[in-house]
C-alpha cells in the first residue's frame, strides 16, 4: 500500500509537471505571431484563444467521472476540481458574464483583487517575458470591461477619456506592471492598436476600452513612446478616407500637436519631429471635422494667440495660414477676433499685414467682413491712444490698418474706366460736331470720312453683306427642311445608338475618375509639399527678388507713365474744347 501510495504521488507529480510544461510550451507567445497563427482565423488573437483554452480545459475537468472508474480517481476529481475553483477565484473570463450599461458601472465592478492574482500568476510563471504580463492585462481589462455600446470619443469628453473614469487602485495596479515591463511598451501599444482595428473591423464588435485604457495608460507616463512606434506613422498615412475619424481630436489634442510639430528644442528629436509634420495636414483635416464652416471660430483663438512676433518662421507661417483660412471658411472668427483684439495686439498687427500681401487673392465676401473688421479696429485704436497704453502697439497696428484700408481703395489697370472715358469722348465729339454744323450729312466727321473713303467702302460693303444676307436667308428657308428630313431619316437610329453608348460611357469614365480624383485629393497636398522640400531655397530667393523688381518697375515706372498719359489726354480734350468754342 505505501509503495502503492508512492508510485501514485510520483505519477501524479510527474503528470503535474507535465501539464505545468504543456501550459508553458501554449502560452509562451513570441512577438512573431505570423508563423503561430497560420491556421488561426484572422479575427481571433492569441490571447482570447489562450483565454478560451483555460475554460474548455476548465470544463474538461469538470466532467463527473465514469461508474467503471478506479479508487484512485476521486482524488484525482478532488485535484482538478480544487484546480478548477482556483481559476475561477482567480477573475479570469467568465463565459456567462454580461455587457454593463455604462463604463463607469463596468469598472466599479471590477474585481481587483482577481487581476492582482492574475497578474502575480502571469509574472510567476513567465518571469523573464514582460511583454506577456502587460498584454494579460490588456486582454483581462478589455474583456471585462464590456458595455452596451461602444460610441467613439465625443468632443465634450476630456481628452484622456476612458483612463479618466479609472479609480485610484485600478491605476496603482496597472502602473505597477507596465513599470516592471518598461522594455515592452511599444510592442504593448502596437499589438494593442492591431487588436482594436481588428475588433472594430467585426460585423458585431465588442468595446475595445480595455485596449484604450493601457495605450492611455502608457502615453501619459512616456508620451514617445508612440513617437518611436512607426507602425502609427504608417497607419496615419495607409488610410486615405478620413471621414471615419471627424470628431476624434478636438483643440485640446490638436494644438499640443501643432506645438511638437512646429517649436524647436521640444522631448522630440528632429526625425521624429519630421514625421509629424508631414502627418500634420491630415491631423488638421480630421480636427476640422465635416463641417470646418461651423468649427473654425473654436479654434481661432489658440491660434491667434500663438502667433507672437518671436515665434519661429515655419510655425508663423502655418498659423497666419491657419488664421486665414478660418477667416475665409468660418464668418463667425471675425466677431471672435474682434473679441480679443486688445488682448492680442501683436498678433492682430501680424495677422494685418498678412491679410494686406494676401488681399488680392481674398474673395468679395471675406472683402466685406475685413473691411467692416478693420473699421472697427480703427475705432479702438483711437481709443486706446488716447488712453495712452500699449503705445507701440497701437501704432503698429494702426499703421496696418492705414495699408489695408489703403490697399481696400486701390485696384488694378482701369481699363474699364479707360473705355467708358474713351466712349464718352467719342460720343461728345460726334454730338457737338452735329450740332454744330445742323446735320449728320454736313458735320465735318462725315466729310472727313468720305474724303478718306471710308464712307463709301462701308456702304458699298454694307450692301454686298445685306444682298448675300438676303440670298442665304431665301436659300435656308427652301433647302433647310428638306435636308433635316432626310437627316432624321438616315441619321436617326444611328445617334441614338450613339447617344446611349456616349452616355454608358460617360458613366463608366465618371466612375474611374472619381477614384482617381478622390487618390489626387488626398495626395495631392503631400505631393506639392514633397516638391516644394526638393526646390532648393534659392529658387524662392530668385523668385523673390523678381517679384521685388516687378513691383519697383510697375511704382516707379509703369503708374508715373500711365498717370502722364491721362494727364496728356485730358489737357487734350481741354484744348479741343477750347477750340471749339
Same mark, same amino acid.
Given at each position: 500500500?505505501?509503495?502503492?501510495? /508512492?508510485?501514485?504521488?510520483?505519477?501524479?507529480?510527474?503528470?503535474?509537471?507535465?501539464?505545468?510544461?504543456?501550459a508553458?510550451g501554449e502560452?509562451?507567445? $513570441?512577438?512573431?505571431?505570423?508563423?503561430?497563427?497560420?491556421?488561426v482565423?484572422?479575427?481571433?488573437?492569441?490571447y482570447?484563444? /489562450?483565454f478560451?483554452k483555460?475554460?474548455?480545459?476548465?470544463?474538461?475537468e469538470?466532467v463527473p467521472?465514469?461508474?467503471?472508474?478506479?479508487?484512485?480517481?476521486?482524488?484525482?476529481?478532488?485535484?482538478n476540481?480544487?484546480?478548477?475553483?482556483?481559476r475561477?477565484?482567480?477573475?479570469?473570463?467568465?463565459?456567462g458574464? /454580461?455587457?454593463?450599461p455604462?463604463?463607469?458601472?463596468a469598472?466599479?465592478?471590477?474585481?481587483?483583487? /482577481?487581476?492582482?492574482?492574475e497578474?502575480e500568476k502571469s509574472?510567476s510563471v513567465?518571469? *523573464?517575458?514582460?511583454?506577456?504580463?502587460?498584454m494579460?492585462l490588456?486582454s483581462?481589462?478589455?474583456f471585462?470591461?464590456?458595455?452596451?455600446? #461602444?460610441?467613439?470619443?465625443p468632443?465634450?469628453?476630456?481628452?484622456d477619456?476612458?483612463?479618466?473614469?479609472?479609480?485610484?487602485?485600478?491605476?496603482?495596479?496597472?502602473?505597477?506592471?507596465? %513599470?516592471?515591463?518598461?522594455?515592452? &511598451?511599444?510592442l504593448?501599444v502596437?499589438n494593442?492598436?492591431?487588436?482594436?482595428?481588428e475588433?472594430?473591423?467585426?460585423?458585431t464588435? +465588442?468595446c475595445?476600452?480595455g485596449y484604450?485604457?493601457?495605450?492611455?495608460?502608457?502615453?501619459?507616463d512616456?508620451?514617445?513612446?508612440?513617437?518611436?512606434?512607426?507602425?502609427l506613422?504608417c497607419?496615419?498615412?495607409?488610410?486615405?478616407?478620413?471621414?471615419?475619424?471627424?470628431g476624434m481630436?478636438?483643440?485640446?489634442?490638436?494644438?499640443?500637436?501643432?506645438d511638437f510639430?512646429?517649436?524647436?528644442n #521640444?522631448s522630440?528629436?528632429?526625425?521624429?519631429?519630421e514625421?509629424?509634420?508631414?502627418?500634420?495636414?491630415r491631423?488638421?483635416?480630421?480636427?476640422?471635422?465635416a463641417?470646418?464652416?461651423? $468649427?473654425?471660430?473654436t479654434?481661432?483663438?489658440?491660434f491667434?494667440s500663438?502667433?507672437?512676433?518671436n515665434?519661429?518662421p515655419?510655425m508663423?507661417?502655418?498659423?497666419?495660414?491657419?488664421l486665414y483660412?478660418?477667416?475665409?471658411?468660418d464668418?463667425?472668427?471675425?466677431s471672435?477676433w474682434?473679441?480679443?483684439?486688445?488682448?492680442?495686439?501683436?498678433q492682430s498687427?501680424?495677422?494685418?499685414?498678412h491679410?494686406?500681401?494676401?488681399?488680392e487673392?481674398?474673395?468679395?465676401?471675406v472683402?466685406?467682413a475685413v473691411?467692416e473688421?478693420?473699421q472697427?479696429?480703427?475705432?479702438t485704436?483711437?481709443?486706446?491712444?488716447?488712453? %495712452?497704453?500699449? %503705445?507701440? +502697439?497701437i501704432?503698429?497696428?494702426?499703421?496696418?490698418?492705414q495699408?489695408?484700408l489703403?490697399?481696400?481703395?486701390?485696384?488694378?489697370?482701369p481699363?474699364?474706366?479707360?473705355?467708358?472715358i474713351?466712349?464718352?469722348? &467719342?460720343s461728345?465729339?460726334?454730338?457737338?460736331?452735329?450740332r $454744330?454744323?445742323g446735320s449728320? !450729312?454736313?458735320s465735318?466727321?462725315?466729310?472727313?470720312?468720305q474724303?478718306?473713303g471710308?464712307?463709301?467702302?462701308s456702304?458699298?460693303?454694307?450692301s454686298?453683306?445685306?444682298h448675300y444676307? &438676303?440670298?442665304?436667308?431665301?436659300?435656308l428657308?427652301?433647302n433647310?427642311?428638306v435636308?433635316y428630313?432626310?437627316?432624321? *431619316?438616315?441619321?436617326?437610329p444611328?445617334?441614338e445608338?450613339?447617344?446611349?453608348?456616349?452616355?454608358?460611357?460617360t458613366?463608366?469614365?465618371a466612375?474611374?475618375?472619381s $477614384?482617381?480624383?478622390?487618390?489626387?485629393?488626398?495626395?495631392?497636398?503631400g505631393?506639392?509639399q514633397?516638391?516644394?522640400?526638393?526646390?532648393? +531655397?534659392?529658387v524662392?530667393?530668385?523668385? +523673390?527678388?523678381?517679384?521685388?523688381?516687378?513691383?519697383?518697375?510697375?511704382?516707379?515706372y509703369?503708374?508715373p507713365?500711365t498717370?502722364?498719359?491721362?494727364?496728356?489726354?485730358?489737357?487734350?480734350?481741354? !484744348?479741343?474744347?477750347? %477750340?471749339?468754342k
Amino acid at each position: 500500500m505505501a509503495s502503492g501510495e /508512492g508510485k501514485l504521488k510520483v505519477v501524479g507529480k510527474t503528470k503535474k509537471n507535465g501539464d505545468k510544461r504543456r501550459a508553458l510550451g501554449e502560452s509562451n507567445v $513570441t512577438p512573431n505571431l505570423s508563423a503561430i497563427t497560420a491556421g488561426v482565423p484572422i479575427n481571433s488573437t492569441v490571447y482570447e484563444l /489562450g483565454f478560451e483554452k483555460i475554460m474548455k480545459k476548465q470544463n474538461k475537468e469538470q466532467v463527473p467521472p465514469s461508474s467503471s472508474s478506479s479508487e484512485p480517481q476521486p482524488n484525482k476529481k478532488q485535484q482538478n476540481s480544487g484546480k478548477g475553483s482556483k481559476r475561477n477565484s482567480g477573475g479570469s473570463a467568465a463565459p456567462g458574464q /454580461g455587457k454593463f450599461p455604462t463604463l463607469e458601472e463596468a469598472i466599479r465592478a471590477l474585481d481587483l483583487a /482577481g487581476l492582482q492574482r492574475e497578474m502575480e500568476k502571469s509574472q510567476s510563471v513567465f518571469p *523573464e517575458n514582460p511583454h506577456i504580463w502587460v498584454m494579460d492585462l490588456a486582454s483581462y481589462l478589455n474583456f471585462k470591461l464590456q458595455t452596451v455600446k #461602444n460610441e467613439p470619443l465625443p468632443l465634450q469628453q476630456s481628452h484622456d477619456y476612458p483612463y479618466c473614469l479609472v479609480n485610484k487602485e485600478l491605476k496603482s495596479i496597472i502602473r505597477s506592471v507596465l %513599470s516592471k515591463a518598461s522594455s515592452v &511598451l511599444d510592442l504593448l501599444v502596437d499589438n494593442c492598436i492591431r487588436l482594436m482595428l481588428e475588433e472594430l473591423e467585426k460585423p458585431t464588435a +465588442d468595446c475595445v476600452h480595455g485596449y484604450r485604457i493601457c495605450i492611455q495608460a502608457v502615453l501619459l507616463d512616456k508620451p514617445r513612446t508612440a513617437f518611436n512606434d512607426t507602425f502609427l506613422f504608417c497607419l496615419c498615412r495607409m488610410h486615405s478616407n478620413l471621414t471615419k475619424g471627424f470628431g476624434m481630436i478636438g483643440p485640446k489634442d490638436f494644438f499640443p500637436l501643432l506645438d511638437f510639430a512646429f517649436m524647436p528644442n #521640444n522631448s522630440l528629436t528632429s526625425s521624429q519631429q519630421e514625421q509629424l509634420r508631414d502627418l500634420y495636414p491630415r491631423l488638421k483635416v480630421l480636427a476640422f471635422g465635416a463641417t470646418p464652416e461651423k $468649427t473654425l471660430h473654436t479654434y481661432f483663438p489658440s491660434f491667434l494667440s500663438r502667433a507672437t512676433p518671436n515665434c519661429p518662421p515655419s510655425m508663423k507661417k502655418e498659423l497666419l495660414n491657419s488664421l486665414y483660412e478660418c477667416l475665409n471658411v468660418d464668418p463667425l472668427s471675425f466677431s471672435v477676433w474682434r473679441q480679443l483684439y486688445t488682448k492680442h495686439l501683436p498678433q492682430s498687427s501680424l495677422l494685418l499685414q498678412h491679410l494686406v500681401s494676401s488681399w488680392e487673392t481674398t474673395s468679395k465676401p471675406v472683402r466685406k467682413a475685413v473691411r467692416e473688421t478693420v473699421q472697427s479696429f480703427c475705432v479702438t485704436n483711437e481709443e486706446f491712444s488716447a488712453k %495712452s497704453s500699449h %503705445s507701440k +502697439d497701437i501704432e503698429v497696428c494702426q499703421s496696418v490698418c492705414q495699408a489695408l484700408l489703403q490697399k481696400m481703395k486701390g485696384r488694378g489697370f482701369p481699363w474699364f474706366r479707360l473705355c467708358l472715358i474713351v466712349l464718352v469722348f &467719342l460720343s461728345g465729339f460726334l454730338i457737338h460736331d452735329v450740332r $454744330t454744323s445742323g446735320s449728320i !450729312q454736313a458735320s465735318s466727321s462725315v466729310r472727313i470720312l468720305q474724303q478718306m473713303g471710308v464712307l463709301s467702302v462701308s456702304q458699298q460693303a454694307w450692301s454686298k453683306v445685306s444682298h448675300y444676307a &438676303l440670298q442665304g436667308q431665301s436659300w435656308l428657308e427652301r433647302n433647310v427642311p428638306v435636308y433635316y428630313a432626310q437627316a432624321v *431619316e438616315v441619321l436617326g437610329p444611328g445617334l441614338e445608338v450613339l447617344w446611349e453608348k456616349s452616355r454608358d460611357g460617360t458613366i463608366y469614365i465618371a466612375q474611374i475618375l472619381s $477614384t482617381y480624383l478622390v487618390y489626387l485629393r488626398d495626395n495631392f497636398p503631400g505631393f506639392i509639399q514633397w516638391v516644394r522640400a526638393q526646390i532648393p +531655397d534659392s529658387v524662392y530667393q530668385f523668385l +523673390d527678388y523678381l517679384q521685388e523688381l516687378l513691383l519697383l518697375v510697375y511704382h516707379n515706372y509703369i503708374v508715373p507713365a500711365t498717370m502722364y498719359c491721362m494727364a496728356a489726354l485730358q489737357r487734350a480734350w481741354q !484744348q479741343y474744347i477750347d %477750340s471749339c468754342k
